[in-house]
């Protein structure tokens, strides 16, 4: 991973973390989808935290930590299905991913992008997962580059366009700069359509009280 790459990835763990300060949640039992175990460790110091190749039984997770990870699975839908296989009915799944504004400055060039679904659909597809009470969020970064070489290696390494592509159409900024936005969309559901006593209406949505969701004084 690139060191911007890994500074927006370090970024979007971090608001995952604060996002998960307002959920009653103590978890256990953690399955880090990504490369996460250096933010996860500090906050959940007693939580026992499983990497993506560990054998995970139905039902034995308490928080699914998944750092931009969707963007690189070949099929999401499985991978989602899969998730909520491991996920206790009250356990969280909580997620990072990139929205379709992403590189949104070099959209005429031919790119390797990894996939961009906009909140909507994700949270089409969680609800189709067997997930409950889907919340999306979307946040934009943008990273700015000095050197024109080294913003197409980041892009190189991370996949984002072909290695053997050496130039693209992007404008410079006013500072004589190159800047690429990342638009991150920002989810947290419920590990079934059965949370603490709440069942789904026959639209599939389950009303949770927000005081339930927030940690006690």
Same mark, same amino acid.
């Given at each position: ?25 103590? +978890? $256990? ?5 990504? &490369? ?16 993506? !190749? ?19 699975? !070949? &099929?999401?839908? &499985? ?30 060039? +031919? ?6 679904? !906009?909140?909507?659909?994700?949270? =089409? ?5 067997? /997930?409950?009470? +889907?919340?999306? !969020?979307? *946040?934009? /970064? %943008?990273?700015?580059?000095? =050197? ?5 290696? *980041? ?6 366009? +072909?290695?053997?592509? &050496? %130039?693209?159409?992007?404008?410079? %900024? ?26 789904? =209406?026959?639209?599939? $949505? ?12």
């Amino acid at each position: 991973m690139s060191d911007d790459i890994a500074v927006l990835a370090k970024a979007t763990g971090e608001q995952m973390l604060e996002r998960l300060a307002l959920v009653a949640l103590q +978890p $256990t039992r953690i399955f880090d989808a990504g &490369n996460s175990a250096d933010l996860l460790k500090p906050v959940y110091p007693r939580a026992e935290i499983l990497a993506s !190749d560990s054998h995970i039984k139905d039902n034995s997770i308490d928080l699914l930590f998944a750092n931009l990870v969707l963007p690189w699975c !070949d &099929n999401i839908k &499985n991978v989602l299905r899969e998730w909520q296989r491991i996920l206790r009915p009250e356990g969280v799944l909580m997620f990072a991913s990139f929205g379709p504004d992403t590189l949104c400055e070099i959209e005429e060039s +031919p790119l390797l992008l990894p996939k961009q679904l !906009d909140m909507h659909v994700l949270g =089409d597809m969680l609800i189709q997962a067997g /997930f409950a009470d +889907p919340v999306l !969020d979307v *946040e934009h /970064f %943008t990273l700015v580059y000095r =050197d024109y070489k080294q913003l197409l290696y *980041e892009l190189q390494i991370t996949k984002m366009i +072909p290695e053997q592509q &050496n %130039t693209l159409a992007i404008k410079k %900024t006013v500072d004589n700069m190159f800047a690429l936005t990342y638009e991150v969309v920002y989810g947290h559901a419920f590990g079934t359509e059965i949370y603490a006593g709440f069942l789904a =209406d026959e639209t599939g $949505t389950v009303k949770i009280p927000l005081a339930d969701l927030r940690k006690k004084n």
